[in-house]
């Protein structure tokens, strides 16, 4: 158990503070706290600054008079701590700090930034402020107590070879993210979030919250941001900090699947990340570790050392909340984990109530702190000061295709509602709550219970029965485009989790799912935490859930609640109450997830389409009370899409209308091809996604009041101002739509092209089986278009102007060939490079070089070999590539040879430029060269015969 050091002098009760002053109990404390921090105190005149790496002396004189405490590294001043009485405003003092700071003897050893020692400290031994010279703003901050002589030391080194002095002064050195390049993998919503992340840093804000909806992406977005921070900005260590064990192992496996932008490798292959299963933990030993994932009850029990807390392996098995003590806990400094420990701690799911009881344990470490949830609280806001740096939400993420919307069923029974009665000299079984034991009794008087008692005092099989029996009946209401048996059900259970009261209540309904969907043990599993008491893993009973056809049903209490992962839940069942926005939220948040239908039929092979809807089945009328800010998209499911389209051309702005359109319009947007998204997007100049996510905003209560506010200049606009700027965004939202009837007619076309009906009764015959010569004339027809195209615009398009004067395309720009690509995607000739590719290739394949992707560049080789300059159509990349091999050939023939790391970023340089015909110095500051050192790694391997190499690449390659 480690000793607490803080307020130490406080201790010694009312005698001593007789004979002491308030500011010798401050330095009593101090004292003891720097000792604990690896410091040697010494008294000045008996000082000896070398007889550790990290000495502390009182008493220190200076130009400006006597310094509390002059701190010294590897026999260097490096900082001053001036110390306080207890109850100190310690921002008051900080000029004398840095008085001190700036007057030290210039004849003595001293490490100075502007004549000045870099670390000022501020402390009453029971608060301590911080301030580092080395950051970017040198603004003090709150700190648990010192830090330890290694980490001065290793800041100082940092500043001294150029590199950022701790993560503050690392945040300055990252590049800006690369959102238009392929190779990140992000959508522009984890993009976003990670570039707000990052101007939160630099603006030296100490916390910030991610609000991202369930299924967005929040770990991989924390994965991507805790790469950038590691490989940029120089963090030491990171935490990411996870609600309960299955959720640290899923994390886990998100690092461990993680791919570094523009270099391919997996994180995991560069630094280490580790999962804390033990309460011994000695940061000494961890220097290898950069990421470490943990729970917030197994991160209490490491500072407090716990003996044997290793053992414990279901100390992380259950959530912060259901295990947090009934009281606030309170930590000491433990030597083996200093505050240093960690340079950023990502929580992720912070809707938990971690922000009360366990809020010491969090501002223990000198750490920024990101929380990630779907669903932030007032108290959880709080605690990140107000600084939300993104909010994207259930709706903005429909909208962008990233969750599925819902619908809600809701079954209602009268034993649910109201209630029962088991009648008196009734002979009924009575279950003991704790062995589950059944023994038979007669009823001497009627038992009258409540719903708030059923579960609890008595348990009615039969309402679960009722329940469960209308769920099953239907499921085939729910899913209509799913097969059916002979009796009308569904032939395969839709993936399905419900939620029970208790692990008692659980085990009642996983009893009944199984005998009326005549399921066996696989195919309705139980997992709660007790699940492996029967020697069921439940990690391996989520596994064959979200993975293996045989298991159709779970029951679960609350360990799948919250950010377990499982694609494929397309019905969520709630069998009990909850009183939490916040947790229903995330209960909910289990079938947000979208999936693509090749994958969904892997474990519902009737799967018809992409799973982009799930269905709430609601049996306690949770959706009816005042819990959620989310309500289904969907809200006039009987009407039809031609009549809401027609309803906004008349001029409809009733939010059901609107927000039911919206829906549907997301839903069409994810199943259209290109073919047809360009053709809606020409007839309404605005993509559709961008028209269904300025119909949700317009939706919202928060931006309808923002509106209101701001037209009425008040803070508190009324009911009536709020409906009116509500109905004023709404008019302006879809605009589009009411002002565009060839917009609607289209949408409603291609809304049904995509229906079909099945003719069974027919039987067909063949006519013929021969090759076509229509795609071969299709072909010289459009070829011959083309060519026609590059004749009459030669003058006109600048692409073609370079191309026809200077066959070689010397001084040919990528914007130029843009410009171009975009002229040809237009009407009337609506080409791309594929499609003139794949034309020459039904006519001659033969001279055809290069399969796969096609890439714009590729409409070089195209034109040239129009204009007959070429033999064979063979795509730029390759051309590339040929040349690239010859020009290192010549090289090696002159006697010029490369060395690996040299060869490895030359290929990189040849990729840019089959990809954009050229290169410039300045985009080696970006990915990919970034990930392998950038533009300093470029000069220090090809000193001042960059700039000219990279024009003689750029001249060899593409001309």
Known sequence: MAAGVRGRGREFGDDVSAYVSPEQLARQDIDEQLRACGWVVQDYKTAAVLAAQGVAVREVPTAAGPADYVL??????????????????????????????????????????????????????????????????????????????????????????????????GIPLLPELDADSDSTGLWPAQVEAIRNLEH????????????????????????????????????QRILFLVDRANLGRQALQEFQKFRIPGDGRKFTELYNVRHLTSSQLDMAQEAAAKVHICTIQRLYSILRGDEGGGDDADLDEQGGFEVEPPDLVEVAYNPAVPIESYDLIIIDECHRSIYGVWRQVLEYFDAFLVGLTATPGVQTVGFFEQNLVMRYTHEHAVADKVNAQFDVFRIRTEITESGGTVPAQFVTKFRDR????????????????????????????????????TLRDSLPVMFKDRDRRANGLLQNIPKTLIFAKDDSHADDIIQIV???????????????????????????????????FKTRIAVTVDMIATGTDVKPIECVVFMRLVRSRNFFEQMKGRGVRVMDRDLLVGVTPDAKTDKDRFVIVDAVGVTELDLHDTVPLERKRGMSFDRLLNLIGVGSV?????????????????????????????????????????????????????????????????????AAAGTKLIQEAVLPLASNPALRQKLIDVRRSYEQVIDTASKDRVISGEFSLEARDHAMSQIESWQEFIDDNKDEITALEVLYSQPYGSGLTFAQIKELANAIEKPPYRWTPESLWKAYETLDKSKVRGSGHRVSTDLVSLVRYALGEADELVSFP??????????????????????????????????????????????????????????????????????????????ALAA
Not at 917 to 944: C, H, M, N, R, V
Request: hydrophobic letters at 35%.
């Open 72 to 169: 010294y590294v590897d026999g260097q001043a490096v900082g001053v701590i001036e110390a306080k009485k207890v109850g100190s405003t310690l921002t008051g003092v900080e000029y004398q700090t840095r008085k001190y700071q700036g007057a030290y003897p210039d004849e003595l050893p001293a490490f100075e930034i502007d004549g000045a020692l870099p670390f000022g400290y501020e402390s009453t031994g029971a608060e301590t402020r911080f301030t580092s010279a080395l950051d970017p703003v040198s603004a003090s901050r709150r700190a648990y107590t010192f830090h330890r002589p290694e980490t001065l030391a290793r800041w100082h080194e940092d500043f001294i070879e150029g590199r950022g002095a701790g993560l503050r002064a």
């Open 654 to 722: 009733d939010p059901d209308v609107v927000s039911s359109a919206a829906s549907r319009l997301a839903r069409l947007d994810r199943r259209m091809t290109e073919q047809d998204r360009a053709e809606v997007e020409e007839t309404a100049s605005i993509p559709l996604a961008d028209l269904v996510r300025q119909m949700i905003d317009a939706l919202d209560p928060d931006r309808q009041h923002a509106v209101a506010a701001e037209d009425a200049a008040t803070d508190e606009p009324t009911t009536e101002q709020v």
């Open 434 to 469: 704790e062995t589950r034991e059944i023994s038979l009794k007669k009823v001497d008087t009627d038992i009258d219970y409540d719903a708030a008692q059923l579960d609890k005092r008595v348990v009615a099989l039969d309402q679960i029965r009722t329940v469960v029996r």
């Open 200 to 235: 939160s840093f630099r603006e030296n804000r100490p916390r910030a919250l991610i609000q991202m909806a369930t299924g967005s992406g929040k770990t991989i977005t924390a994965a991507n941001a805790c790469y950038r921070l590691v490989h940029h900005a120089g963090a």
């Open 878 to 955: 390759e051309l590339v590539n040929d040349r690239f091999e010859a020009w290192l050939l010549q090289q090696a023939n002159a006697g010029r040879t490369f060395a690996r790391d040299q060869a490895q970023f030359l290929k990189l340089i040849k990729d840019r430029i089959a990809a954009t015909l050229g290169i410039e110095s300045t985009e080696l500051t970006a990915p990919p060269f970034s990930t392998q050192g950038g533009l300093g790694k470029a000069k220090q391997l090809f000193g001042d015969e960059l700039d000219a190499l990279l024009d003689e690449l750029t001249h």
């Open 514 to 548: 199984r005998e009326e969907f005549g399921l066996d043990n696989e195919g309705a599993v139980k997992i709660t935490y007790k699940s492996g008491e029967g020697g069921n893993k439940p990690e391996e009973l989520l596994r064959r859930f979200r993975n293996q």
